[in-house]
């Protein structure tokens, strides 16, 4: 009965790979985001999608490309990856895309992304 | 630009004890600050919000004071429990063109001494 779900837990790969880290939400939500976490715990917002569609775009290097194939799933892919992309990425969904109560954000469990 | 940051970056307390958990906002503007929880290998949980019309607000175990003066906001927690050891966030919003996102602090990290 897991709310939001992301697939690797754990993600070590080499400089210049490319990955993918996968999010399904299983709550009906409209809108979906990643985060980057790093070392410090900063936590800092990457993208958004509602319905399908990007409505944030954070300034993040073009390697990252977001997809979100249904309102239920939205995937992140990361081209040549660089030491520093290293850091743990959480998925979220809420119901909406305003911020506010009766709309919170749901945060995955994180994938924690070590680059060599 | 916004920021939103802490005092402190740990905080330990007596298991039993209040805990108080302190953060600064610099963005006037804000009328919306959430407070969340992050335990160990695990995503951030909400805890408690507050609107910037309210400078007061509880919930179960939990107090959020805000004072728009001084642009500060406070967590505390009631009789602090081992299961309360986690990091702390709080997190005001920026309103943008098309959405509004969620802008956290850097964490305040509290340990339990038992």
């Known amino acids: 009965d897991t709310a939001v779900s992301q697939t690797p837990k754990y993600l070590v790969t080499q400089m210049g790979n490319d990955k993918s880290i996968k999010c399904e939400q299983n709550l009906g939500h409209d809108t979906m985001y990643w985060y980057k976490q790093d070392s410090k715990k900063f936590l800092k917002i990457m993208f958004s999608y509602n319905n399908k569609e990007l409505i944030i775009n954070e300034t993040v290097p073009n390697r990252f490309s977001p997809k979100s194939p249904d309102k239920a799933h939205l995937n992140l892919h990361i081209n040549s990856l660089e030491l520093g992309d290293s850091a743990v990425y959480f998925c979220a969904s809420s119901q909406g895309s305003s911020i506010g109560r009766n709309n919170e954000q749901f945060f995955g469990p994180g994938t924690r992304l070590t680059v060599l | ?114």
């Open chain 2, 1 to 114: 630009g916004e920021s939103v940051g802490l005092h402190l970056p740990t905080l330990s307390v007596q298991e039993g004890d209040n805990s108080i958990i302190n953060c600064a906002y610099s963005n006037s503007a804000s009328d919306y600050f959430i407070w969340y929880k992050q335990e160990s290998g695990k995503g951030p949980q909400f805890i408690i919000d507050i609107r910037s019309n309210m400078d007061k607000r509880q919930g179960q175990r939990v107090t959020v004071l805000l004072n728009k003066t001084v642009k500060h906001l406070s967590l505390q927690i009631a009789a602090t429990q081992p299961g309360d050891s986690a990091v702390y966030f709080c997190a005001d919003t920026l309103l943008g063109s098309s959405a509004s996102k969620i802008i956290f602090g850097s964490g305040t990290r509290l340990s339990i001494r038992p």
